[in-house]
């Protein structure tokens, strides 16, 4: 071999060292520092190895060999450290550091017997080798032979320590250490082979096989070890994990399933689709499309108290192709009630997105109360109690669909949350279950149960759902006298009849005026249960007042009238300190405020008084007028009718007042004739406060279509209901176009705060003529119920049209005000744009109109984000506002589109339009530019004169100016002379 080959080869073994040693650097364990240590000695090695062969001097041999065999102690003893790394938890760890330090002394003396080799001769010596590569060789003396028994010492101590770590672990564990020890020992076995033949063979074998060995170690000690281990640990723990795993091919074919998902679903047909295994499990429904990743809830068809979270994904290769889809299902019963297989309260507000869907939506809420529970506790034991519970939620996972989601709440509310499905048929549904548990055998008396309904638009509401319909059902079994939490109420209201002897008739005549009433003005069903309660308790108060002031025959003097005034103070404690009428507290405190604010405890006026106070105050006010008292005779009906009328938009609604005289009216009818209303008034202030007050209730539905009417429709609008459906009648219609703009602003805004909507507006009418309405919307489900009220000449309310009317244009003033900028960018948006362009017409003789994009703008949001598109769309709109005229309106027109409108007082020449244009997009441009992104602008422009002063044509011809700059290769820009 020549030299020159000799070289190569060993520049190329140090290069590969050095590189090895390189790409070990990010090591930071103690065996990877121990290692790159020793490669850094075997860069070395070879290094002074080359020197020894390609130098003749004996001189300068004698040192290198010297440096050569010192390499090769420091490389070896980090080796052995390494090793002892490696097999970190082998053997005592005094004796071994004892060991260490031994090994450090002896290294010191061997390298300084060494150093002093070329001076003493003591530990080798040097002779010419002639025709051989290498000019010298060595021959060792009895301290060499020390020297090679201690390299060999530290390999073998090291060597020890791995094999006997690898007995003593795991076999999966062990297969790697095996490679480790097959490494050294092939190492060993080359250099003790070289030793043997040393005179035969030019070169000194033990350099490459120290590369060899770093190579070896590194290899199975930091790739293959870890890609081993994750292969079998990975099959390992999909085959012993307790979550199913269920693994699709690219083809929708089923690949792989552990013994968990075995067990869960039973065998499966080879090559089962993922379509057949979900139609087996009955999830089909729940995972809109295979290309999304999505968590379900699921209950297993075979085990039905088996409830599962399910995660499904979709793997993608590098190219973002698909590659295959899995199911992994995670056992819920952590999350699970043992008695009757429900979700926990707890873990249902932890989980509920994954339990209903992120997307779902229009969610019915069911809660549910088994009646007379603490009864059947105390007869036949708890176990008799948690039996019926059992029944309960059996009886209810049967009838309510699959896709419920059911949840035990707080003591034996039991909650079913069930989507896509209407309020009327989940009624039924609960309805049908409450009648089969009420023929289960084996309690003491008929099992019954009560429950309450609200909605939910979706899953983000779910809680408030929730705790509305606890609300509801709590109210609901106050009044039921079935029910065990009726005991309270029973308690309460002897406490009441025992003050005042008349109570008991009083209260039942105002419960059943007051329900009829509830449904003519159109109450929800716990708003129907709170007046109730209401009339029951409005005045619990009096059960602080003396006997002798509550049944004193004459009038009451000052003192005893501010005492009479204060039960409405005392029954709001009382029912603040009671849990079961803590809903109807604030009615109970403002059911004598007056509606003109003259009223107590609180001088509350007009609609800032509770509606159910107001709703009360009426009933109230009508039983006590044609009741005896113990200071006067009863009224007749047409007389506390007439006071009815005096005092309504003074103590009373003048809404509800309408709506109560329109019920109690012996002939039917919902007004009282003028005629009669004037001559019965005549001479008061307050003529004709008390108009007839119509009102129309109907429905809409999709698109705002008028879906049903009641029989005033007509009456209000013209319009009848053949003709709402012939024409296909809309709310649009009912309202005037230059009306609509601040209509739909407003009913916007109320409903971004509420479900419920109160404005007054302008109601068109089929003959063109319009009427003022106070309006309320009330927004359940898909359709909606909208009642408006005629007040066109309800004076009463026109007394406060004044003020109100100044507020409401006040609030419209700045209503419009925002309505007209692009929240994003702060520039006009398109219809306020277009205002802006029509008046610049009309005052400026010429104008130049500009649109302007970003090009590409989609793939600049795919690939930064949509912040930085947002970001990129401000600074758009703050370089045009900047680099246009004052006088210039700029709009953003939708996307990344936008316009500007500049008035000019000549038209410029091509040539001065086009510098313009340009020097304005470039502008733009450089605004734009981040360092992130350096995006590029469009723009098209058009002149527009006497002849073009509509903005639709300018819009277009400028629109098409800017598809002509796009075409033409984008970053520039192009005007329409036209």
């Known amino acids: 071999m020549s030299r020159i080959v000799f070289l190569f080869i060993y520049l190329f073994i140090t290069v590969m060292n050095i590189v090895l040693w390189k790409k070990c650097s990010s090591f930071t364990s103690r065996e990877g520092i121990l290692f790159r240590r020793s490669l850094l000695c075997t860069v070395f090695v070879t290094i002074l190895y080359m020197a020894t062969v390609l130098i003749d001097s004996y001189r300068v041999i004698n040192w290198m060999y010297s440096l050569y065999f010192s390499s090769i102690d420091v490389m070896l003893y980090f080796v052995m450290g390494y090793l002892f790394a490696l097999s970190g938890k082998t053997g005592n760890r005094v004796l071994l550091r004892i060991f260490r330090r031994a090994c450090l002394i002896f290294l010191f003396i061997d390298i300084t017997l060494l150093m002093t080799n070329p001076m003493t001769g003591a530990v080798v010596g040097y002779y010419m080798v002639p025709d051989k ?84 170690i590194y290899w199975n000690s930091f790739v293959a070890r870890d890609r081993y281990l994750l292969s079998q640990l990975k099959e390992i723990i999909f085959e012993d994990i307790l979550q199913p795993v269920f693994l699709f091919d690219w083809n929708e074919q089923l690949v792989y399933c552990n013994r968990s998902a075995e067990e869960m ?20 429904d729940r995972i809109g499309s295979f290309d999304e990743d999505t968590r379900f809830y699921w209950n297993s068809r075979r085990n039905r108290r088996a409830s599962y979270i399910c995660d499904f994904r979709t793997l993608t290769g590098d190219g973002g192709e698909i590659i295959g889809r899995f199911f992994i299902f995670t056992n819920n019963t952590l999350g699970t009630d043992p008695l009757t297989g429900f979700q926990t309260e707890s873990y249902f507000q932890s989980h509920y997105t994954e339990l209903l869907g992120r997307d779902a939506h229009d969610l019915m809420v069911c809660v549910s109360d088994l009646n007379r529970l603490t009864i059947l506790n105390n007869t036949v034991g708890r176990e008799g109690g948690d039996r019926a519970i059992e029944v ?165 003097n000052d003192s005893e009238r501010e005492i009479m005034r204060s039960h409405a103070e005392k029954g709001y404690r009382i029912a603040r300190a009671t849990p079961e009428l803590n809903v109807i507290a604030s009615a109970i405190r403002h059911h004598h405020e007056n509606w003109d604010g003259s009223g107590y405890p609180d001088g509350l006026r007009g609609e800032a008084i509770p509606l159910l106070s107001r709703v009360i105050s009426v009933v109230d006010a009508y039983d006590a007028m ?143 003529t319009g009427r003022y309405v106070y309006c309320t919307g009330v927004l359940t489900g898909k359709e909606h119920t909208i009642i408006v009220s005629d007040i066109t000449d309800s004076v009463s309310v026109q007394l406060q049209v004044g003020i109100a009317r100044n507020r409401v244009m006040m609030s419209l003033h700045r209503l419009e005000e925002a309505n ?91 040539a001065e339009t086009d510098s313009m244009c340009e020097s304005i997009r470039i502008r733009v441009r450089d605004r734009i530019r ?20 509509e903005f639709d044509e300018l819009y277009r011809r400028a629109d098409r100016a800017l598809y002509r700059a796009k075409n033409t290769g984008k970053d520039r820009s192009v005007t329409d002379f036209e």
């Open 133 to 216: 590569l290498a000019s010298w060789n060595f021959r060792g003396t009895f301290l060499y032979n020390i020297h090679l028994g201690f390299c060999y010492t530290m390999l073998l101590a090291g060597f020890s320590a791995v094999v006997i770590e690898s007995l003593t672990l795991p076999s999966i564990y062990r297969r790697y250490y095996n490679r480790v020890i097959i490494s050294i020992l092939v190492v060993v076995g080359i250099n003790a082979l070289y030793l043997l033949m040393m005179d035969l063979v030019s070169i000194d074998l033990s350099v490459e096989t120290y590369s060899i060995l770093g190579y070896l």
């Open 265 to 284: 679903v039973g065998p499966l047909r080879e090559k089962c689709t993922i379509r057949e295994f979900m139609e087996l499990g009955g999830f089909e």
């Open 392 to 556: 309960q939620a059996m009886l209810l996972r049967q009838h309510l669909p699959s896709s419920t989601v059911f949840v035990r709440l707080q003591d034996a509310f039991l909650c079913a949350v069930v989507p896509s499905i209407s309020q009327e048929v989940l009624s039924d549904l609960m309805a049908a279950a409450n009648a089969d548990i009420s023929v289960e055998d084996g309690f003491p008396f008929r099992l019954t149960f009560n429950y309450a309904i609200t909605s939910a638009a979706s899953a983000s509401d779910i809680h408030d759902a929730i705790d509305g319909a606890l609300t509801i059902l709590r109210t609901r079994k106050l009044l039921d006298s079935g029910s065990d939490r009726s005991s309270v109420i029973d308690s309460l209201h002897q406490m009441l009849m025992e003050c005042d002897a008349e109570t008991e008739l009083h209260v039942r005549r105002t419960r059943e005026l007051g329900d009829r009433l509830s449904y003519r003005i159109g109450l929800s069903g716990y708003e129907r249960d709170q007046l109730s309660l209401l009339c029951l308790f409005h005045d619990i108060g009096k059960v602080g007042i003396p006997r002798e002031i509550l049944n004193k025959a004459g009038k009451l």
């Open 626 to 768: 044609i009741s005896d008292r113990p200071y006067r005779s009863a009224m007749s009906h047409e007389a506390a009718v007439a006071e009815l009328k005096k005092h309504a938009g003074r103590q009373f609604d003048p809404y509800i007042v309408n709506c109560f005289l329109s019920m109690v009216d012996t002939k039917g009818e919902t007004v009282v004739p003028e005629a009669e209303a004037e001559e019965s008034d005549a001479g008061s202030e307050l003529t004709g406060l008390v108009n007839p007050v119509s009102y129309s209730r109907y429905t809409v539905g999709e698109g705002m279509r008028i879906t049903n009417v009641d029989r005033n429709f007509e009456h209000m609008t013209g319009y009848t209901a053949y003709d709402v459906q012939k024409l296909g009648l809309s709310q649009n219609d009912l309202i005037f176009e230059e009306d609509r703009e601040q209509y739909w602003s407003l009913v916007n805004e109320q409903m971004a705060k509420s479900e419920i909507i109160y404005l007054e507006h302008r109601l068109r009418r089929m003959d063109g």
């Open 820 to 910: 007209q900028k692009d929240p994003l960018t702060d520039v006009l948006n398109r219809s306020a744009f277009r205002k802006s362009c029509e008046r610049i017409f009309e005052t400026s003789p010429f104008c130049l109109l500009i649109m302007l994009d970003i090009d590409n703008f989609k793939k600049l949001n795919d690939t930064y984000g949509h912040p930085i598109g947002d970001s990129a769309l401000i600074s758009v709109a703050e370089a045009l506002t900047e680099v246009l005229p004052a006088n210039s309106e700029t709009a953003r027109m939708g996307g990344d589109e936008f316009c500007s409108v500049i008035p000019m007082k000549r038209r410029l020449t091509p």
């Open 930 to 949: 981040s360092d992130k992104v350096s995006p590029t602008v469009s723009m098209g422009s058009a002149w527009g004169d006497g002849r073009y002063s």
